[in-house]
Every structure is written in structure tokens, then in C-alpha cells.
């Protein structure tokens, strides 16, 4: 069975900076299509960007330029790097795997942009 756990999230100023961790067990990062997805209350669920098991980079247009995706293999976790914090990224952030036998999910992690 493949899990994921999110961390690293907390409250932070706009304009400051923090880094996601998804750690996964059961699957091996460099096989398998990653993404991040953002809940914001009251919201849907969106999707924020992924990396191929190639190790190519995706973005949605809200984050191009300010969010980083990159994996190490050696610890078998997944990062986003988020710089240049708005209000509006604040949201519950979740890890999602896409694998051979089907998609898995984290819990999340409470990301706060708040002065």
C-alpha cells in the first residue's frame, strides 16, 4: 500500500517562504507521477503542480515562477518550495500519487500566509 505524509507547513508572513515535504512509502518516488493539490475553505480542491516519474515540471499559472517541485530519491520524498508568499496561497496542501495501482493521497498540511 502506498502513503504519503505531508510537513512542513505553518503560518508564515506574505512574501516569506516555506517547504512541503510528502515522504512516500510503498512506492518509489522516481516510478511514479507526483502532484500537490491546495484546499482553501470553502473551496475546491486545485491542483498546484506535479513531476513525472522523468523528473519533468508542471505548474498551474498562480504559482509559475514562485513554486518549486523536486524529489530525492535517496529519501524517497517529494518537496515544494514555496517562495514569494501570498494570502491567497493559503490553504490545506496535500501530496497525491498517481501509480499502477491507483491514486493515493496524503492528509495535508495547513499552510497560513498572514501578516
Known amino acids: 500500500q502506498v502513503q504519503l505524509v505531508e510537513s512542513g507547513g505553518g503560518l508564515v508572513q506574505p512574501g516569506g517562504s516555506l517547504r512541503l515535504s510528502c515522504a512516500v512509502s510503498?512506492?518509489?518516488?522516481?516510478?511514479?507521477?507526483m502532484g500537490w493539490y491546495r484546499q482553501a475553505p470553502g473551496k475546491q480542491r486545485e491542483w498546484v503542480g506535479s513531476?513525472?516519474?522523468?523528473?519533468?515540471?508542471d505548474y498551474d499559472d498562480s504559482v509559475k515562477g514562485r513554486f518549486t517541485i523536486s524529489r530525492d530519491n535517496a529519501k524517497n520524498t517529494v518537496y515544494l518550495q514555496m517562495n514569494s508568499l501570498k494570502p491567497e496561497d493559503t490553504a490545506v496542501y496535500y501530496c497525491?500519487?498517481?501509480?499502477?495501482?491507483?491514486?493515493?493521497w496524503g492528509r495535508g498540511t495547513q499552510v497560513s500566509v498572514s501578516s
Open positions: 513531476i513525472t516519474s522523468d523528473g519533468s515540471t
Open positions: 510503498g512506492s518509489l518516488v522516481s516510478n511514479i507521477a
Open positions: 497525491g500519487a498517481g501509480t499502477s495501482r491507483g491514486s493515493y
